[in-house]
């Protein structure tokens, strides 16, 4: 049961990731009341070596009055199956505090960041624009926090990130694009998308949208799966009205889990594709019935509060066509072609997948055969 408490619940899948301790310091270094800040860590690392740095173990929090607050899951590195299904299991730690917040390992927080954020969901209530409200954005790069930090200037605190544009991908699914910095002079602006590395609701939405733990190895169709069942559940996604925190995005060099692992994820994208009703051929296969959105209210599926069809049009996607109208933001500017070539890395898919779905390939592969057979017979 959830409690009324102002208490919070922070998820935090962590991959090999030595900043995870900065992360977790910084959650608990900058709230106003950090004795309500509970957080629930699943820890992907090597086993037994040292490089990968232990989030709680290495972290002053070690042998705080506060470490009672904090649950951990540590798993070897090799039995990771993804963010999607390390959010999952990051959210069975979850124990009836009042808000949830998910965040990624390598992100740093204002001061007094949790007043921040509740007093943002009370105000989005208390003016009527919705009754289960989401913040959500694509928080600023980290190169920007030491700055932010020393001036904490009003204009810096309300030029907020907001989730503008999205396209569909090389695999028929909706990515978003980075996020439109705006000035909201203390507003909220309603979006329909929700990033994963950052939303901040009531945690009674995990009794709504559960997470799926069947979900291995799902990057890209996270996002748009659970803003779509956000939407379908009733609750609307705001952009905050102040920057909560800043973000590492790029970690070039860091470990990741698509280039350290062999993986399939068509199982679980190819689930997402039947909930959003993206799949052309309807074919279910390796897909439980009850798990199908079509079967009426499913654990894992989209919700009957509004419906799918609803969600589209919102935000401005046809998806007959597979195409977006325009930018949720401004009328008329979509992404163009070389945004979309920028950001269409899709580090979930199998090398199969990358390799062949280049036009290139057959015809080259067709004159490498003929080359070798005349090589052959000569």
């Known amino acids: 049961m959830t409690r009324n408490d102002g208490t919070i619940f922070v998820s935090i899948a962590s991959y090999r990731d030595n900043v995870c301790i900065g992360t977790l310091e910084s959650i608990y270094n900058n709230a106003k009341y950090p004795d309500r800040i509970f957080c629930g860590i699943v820890q992907q690392n090597k086993i037994d070596d040292e490089s990968d740095k232990d989030c709680l173990n290495h972290s002053k929090l070690l042998n705080s009055p506060l470490r009672g607050n904090i649950s951990i899951i540590r798993i070897p590195h090799t039995d990771a199956k993804g963010p999607t299904w390390a959010r999952y299991l990051a959210s069975t730690l979850y124990d009836g505090q009042e808000y949830f917040l998910q965040i990624d390992s390598h992100t740093q927080f204002v001061k007094h960041w949790d007043v921040l954020c509740i007093t943002m969901i009370q105000k989005i209530m208390e003016k009527g624009l919705s009754q289960k409200p989401v913040l959500s954005y694509y928080p600023k790069e980290i190169s920007e926090y030491d700055n932010y930090v020393k001036n904490e200037s009003e204009n810096a605190k309300t030029s907020v990130p907001r989730i503008c544009k999205s396209f569909f991908n090389e695999r028929g699914i909706l990515s978003f694009l980075g996020a439109e910095e705006v000035q909201t002079r203390g507003n909220f602006h309603n979006v329909p998308y929700v990033a994963g590395g950052f939303f901040f609701c009531n945690a009674t939405f995990l009794s709504e949208l559960p997470f799926d733990p069947e979900n291995s190895y799902l990057f890209v169709g996270e996002e748009i799966a659970l803003s779509a069942r956000f939407y379908t559940n009733g609750w609307d996604i705001f952009t905050p009205s102040e920057n909560i925190c800043f973000h590492e995005y790029t970690r070039e060099g860091k470990p990741k889990f698509w280039s350290d ?95 062949f779905q280049q036009e290139w390939i057959f015809p080259l592969g067709t004159i490498l055969i003929i080359l070798l057979f005349y090589l052959y017979r000569k």
């Open 261 to 355: 692992l062999t993986y399939n994820d068509s199982k679980a994208f190819n689930k997402m594709l039947v909930y959003l009703n993206l799949n052309d051929t309807k074919d279910t296969k390796n897909i439980q019935v009850d798990q199908i959105h079509t079967s009426g209210n499913p654990k894992y599926g989209m919700g009957k509060v509004r419906s799918l069809d609803d969600y589209y049009r919102f935000a401005n996607i046809d998806i007959k066509n597979k195409r977006v109208r325009s930018n949720f933001c401004r009328e008329g500017n979509v992404a163009s072609e070389d945004e979309i070539e920028k950001s269409s890395f899709i580090p979930n898919m199998t090398f199969k997948e990358i390799i």
